[in-house]
């Protein structure tokens, strides 16, 4: 069984200063990761993946992510918050074997105060 | 590409009613999947196919939830009676088949039972 936990409901920054959102995940074989990020009344955004090599994984609009096998973590970075980036937040993970399906974490919601 | 397609945007139906949601998937995605968010569960993935044949579907709440895929093009999620424990808002979500490749998410469709 794969699962991914979330324990932040919401995170709240100031602009300008860095942001981490949180995630682990349980998974029987290897980790697929993913991040996605929700707009009010929108879908879902796809921001960035680790699927395997470097740890530290570079997305879109400025945000990284870092793998860490042993804390079965996937945690969502940005140097500098903008106002822009609040937003809703979802981790998923899949089990590297082909055909089964994304299970996302329950979200955080990123608010970003000016 | 117009991306994944989903219809309606709002749906308002009464109690009893039967409601059939619709998605039209990106071109060349062969995996096609349905998911459910609400508060107070977050993301559910309720069902997903592979090349139009349903793969899983134990996140089908129950027998009033039915799904089919006819073609590589469309896919209809049906609930037949309607109730207002439904309300949610309804995502379909395609993506080339492999443990690799994230998902594009439509915009959803808002179902309000009344």
Redesign the interface.
């Known amino acids: 069984a794969q699962s991914v936990a979330q324990p932040e409901d919401q995170v709240n920054v100031a602009e300008g200063n860095p942001l981490t959102v949180k995630c682990t995940y349980s998974v029987s074989g290897n980790p ?1 990761l ?1 991040w ?1 990020v929700q707009y009010p ?6 921001l960035l ?1 680790y ?1 395997t090599g470097d740890n530290l994984v570079k997305g879109s609009y400025g945000f990284e992510a870092e793998f860490n096998k042993s804390q079965t973590s996937f945690h969502l970075k940005k140097p500098s918050a903008l106002v822009s980036d609040s937003a809703l937040y ?1 981790c998923a993970v ?14 955080t919601t990123l608010s970003v105060s000016s | 590409d117009a991306g994944v397609i989903q219809s309606p945007r709002h749906e308002v139906t009464e109690m009893g009613q039967e409601v059939t949601l619709r998605c039209k998937p990106i071109s060349g995605h062969n995996s096609l999947f349905w998911y459910r968010q609400t508060m107070m569960r977050g993301l559910e993935l309720l069902i997903y196919f592979n090349n139009n044949v349903p793969i899983d579907d134990s996140g089908m709440p129950e027998d009033r939830f039915s799904a089919k895929m006819p073609n590589a093009s469309f896919s209809t999620l049906k609930i037949q009676p309607s109730e207002p424990r439904d309300s949610a808002v309804y995502f379909c979500a395609s993506s080339r088949t492999g443990a690799n490749y994230g998902y594009t998410f439509g915009s959803g469709t808002r179902l309000t039972v009344v």
Do not use: M, V
């Open positions: 697929y993913f996605y009344n929108r879908g879902l955004q796809f993946k699927i979802f899949r089990d590297g074997q082909a055909g089964t399906a994304l299970i996302f974490g329950k979200g």
